[in-house]
């Protein structure tokens, strides 16, 4: 693309201010601009201004209960190392988000979580992979979503690491795809003079990416049919669940999630419902008060809070291609060229278009409710201190044995 088909380009859509400083580049970065102009999805941005779709019926969903898989779990288990062994499970770790919250520099799953030695999050959560592996004998395939902003140092760590003795073959790394950033007006910011404003497209992207990224290929040469997807936030994460994915597949669903019991109303997570009798995932902050704190027999009628923890059925997910997913329009403070200088903003001026994988479960159709114990399963890292924090994973995974 050259400068007058950029021009005419952006004429058609409003976005013509984004060459405002071409004149004053150099003819790399004159290139860097056209292509990132090239390369945008403009077509996103119809979101804006849209109206939030009104809320359906919601209504509770059944789970199985921890003790329903305790009951059943040699069942579970067997059918789920059935598929394991024969390889046709992977999983995908969206390890896309830096360790800023945390006080720290670099992609957060490499936030050390050690005490009085470096133990990284990725190590610990490969630790928690090589129980499966020790379980069938073999190493499924595991997909890395990172971002631009932290994929190369996240490639050097895990080969500093030795890949953590997992077979190098069997781990693909793929960056996430992106979505233009705007003002409240739809007008798409300049990152900088000669780079438009992209941010990560959502967690929903996460299976689009990866199609688009061409590893796709691996799934159906090896004839992968289901995807465990799952989060670097959370440190005891079970990745590959045997018992999890053989009640999934037993149950017939298109999907499930593992889930925990909310330690209150108000505690921030998503909860797993149905809506107008399809799954869906409510943010805690969706959810009006009176459903919210709906009780029955003195517990929460809606008490599954999501884990980030899904499995997926691949012939399912790839419904989801087909340009149907919602993008989801988010108030951020977003840096931004500015009369042309780069400001970094205190308060939020603008949106970033997000896909988000609740919006995946919904078209999935049917989804296994899977309540896991929260001591267990569930340390996420989100906060330097208090809930949800460096100093409540670490407690949790002394508890668990791990020697930090």
Not at 138 to 144: G, K, T, V
Not at 228 to 241: A, E, F, K, M, P
Not at 269 to 292: R, S, T
Not at 355 to 379: I, P, Q, W
Request: aromatic share 10%.
């Amino acid at each position: 693309m050259n400068y007058e088909r950029a021009k005419a380009y952006l004429s058609k859509r409003g976005q013509q201010h984004l060459l405002d400083y071409y004149d004053e580049l150099s003819a790399t970065d004159k290139e860097t601009l056209l292509n990132d102009i090239e390369n945008t999805n403009f077509s996103v941005l119809a979101h804006v201004g849209q109206k939030p779709k009104k809320l359906g019926k919601i209504t509770p969903v059944n789970a199985v209960t921890s003790s329903d898989i305790k009951r059943r779990y040699s069942q579970f288990e067997s059918v789920g190392l059935d598929f394991l062994s024969e390889g046709k499970v992977a999983a995908v770790l969206l390890a896309g988000g830096q360790g800023s919250r945390l006080g720290f520099k670099g992609p957060k799953g490499m936030f050390n979580i050690g005490v009085n030695r470096f133990l990284s999050i990725f190590e610990q959560q490969m630790n928690n992979i090589a129980e499966v592996n020790a379980k069938t004998g073999r190493h499924f395939h595991l997909f890395i979503m990172t971002s631009r902003a932290n994929n190369d140092e996240t490639i050097k760590f895990f080969k500093e690491n030795d890949y953590f003795g997992y077979p190098r073959d069997r781990i693909h790394f793929y960056i996430q795809d992106v979505a233009p950033t705007c003002d409240y007006s739809g007008k798409v910011f300049l990152d900088e003079k000669h780079r438009v404003s992209l941010a990560p497209n959502g967690n929903g992207g996460w299976y689009s990416s990866l199609v688009n990224s061409g590893l796709a290929r691996i799934m159906e040469r090896d004839g992968i049919e289901w995807l465990n997807v799952y989060s670097v936030d959370n440190v005891l994460q079970r990745i590959c669940d045997p018992a999890f994915i053989g009640a999934t597949i037993i149950k017939r669903c298109g999907c499930g999630a593992k889930v925990v019991k909310k330690v209150c109303a108000d505690e921030k997570v998503g909860v797993l419902c149905n809506e107008d009798g399809k799954p869906a995932i409510m943010e805690y902050y969706e959810m009006p008060e009176d459903l919210k704190n709906k009780t029955k027999k003195g517990e929460l009628v809606y008490c599954y809070g999501v884990t980030l923890n899904y499995l997926f059925n691949v012939h399912e997910l790839n419904s989801t291609l087909s340009g149907r997913l919602p993008y989801h329009v988010a108030d951020k403070a977003i840096p931004h060229i500015e009369n042309g200088v780069r400001v970094t903003p205190e308060k939020p001026c603008g949106y970033k278009l997000e896909t988000l994988v609740v919006d995946m479960v919904k078209m999935m159709g049917s989804c296994l409710a899977y309540e896991v114990e929260r001591d267990r399963e569930f340390a996420p890292v989100k906060n330097a201190t208090g809930t949800d924090s460096v100093e409540t994973a670490r407690a949790l995974l002394e508890q668990n044995g791990v020697i930090l």
